[in-house]
C-alpha cells in the first residue's frame, strides 16, 4: 500500500493550494479518506475526513469553510482544496486511510502518505 501525496509549496496569506494523494495497493472506496497537518512541536490534528460510505464530510473548526476534501474513487485519489491560507495553516499534511469507525482519531489510520509541507507566509 502506497499513499503519494503532491501539491505542497509555499504560498502567500490568503492564497490558495491544492493537495492530491493517490493511493495504489488499495481502493480508496472501501476506506475512509482524511487529511491531516502537524507542525513543529504540536500534535496531529485531523484536518478533514471523507468517509467511505458517503454523506457530509469532515472539517475541523480550523479549516472550515476555507478547506474542501474530495475524492475520486475511480482515479483513487483523494483531493484537499486550501483557500483563504493564514501563516497558521503552515505545517506538513498527510493523507490517511481508516476502515475504523472512529475516523476521528489519527490512531485509528492505519497507511499514511509521506507529507508534503504547506508554508504559508504572511
Known amino acids: 500500500v502506497q499513499l503519494q501525496a503532491s501539491g505542497g509549496g509555499l504560498v502567500q496569506a490568503g492564497g490558495s493550494l491544492g493537495l492530491s494523494c493517490a493511493a495504489s495497493g488499495l481502493r480508496t472506496r472501501d476506506y475512509h479518506m482524511a487529511w491531516f497537518r502537524q507542525a513543529p512541536g504540536q500534535e496531529r490534528e485531523l484536518l478533514a475526513a471523507?468517509?467511505?460510505?458517503?454523506?457530509?464530510?469532515y472539517y475541523a473548526d480550523s479549516v472550515k469553510g476555507r478547506f474542501t476534501i474530495s475524492r475520486d474513487n475511480a482515479k483513487n485519489t483523494v483531493y484537499l482544496r486550501m483557500n483563504g491560507l493564514k501563516p497558521e495553516d503552515t505545517a506538513v499534511y498527510y493523507c490517511?486511510?481508516?476502515?475504523?469507525?472512529?475516523?476521528?482519531?489519527?490512531?485509528?489510520?492505519?497507511?499514511w502518505g509521506q507529507g508534503t509541507q504547506v508554508t504559508v507566509s504572511s
Open positions: 471523507s468517509r467511505r460510505s458517503g454523506g457530509e464530510p
Open positions: 490517511a486511510t481508516s476502515q475504523n469507525v472512529n475516523w476521528r482519531m489519527a490512531v485509528y489510520y492505519k497507511n
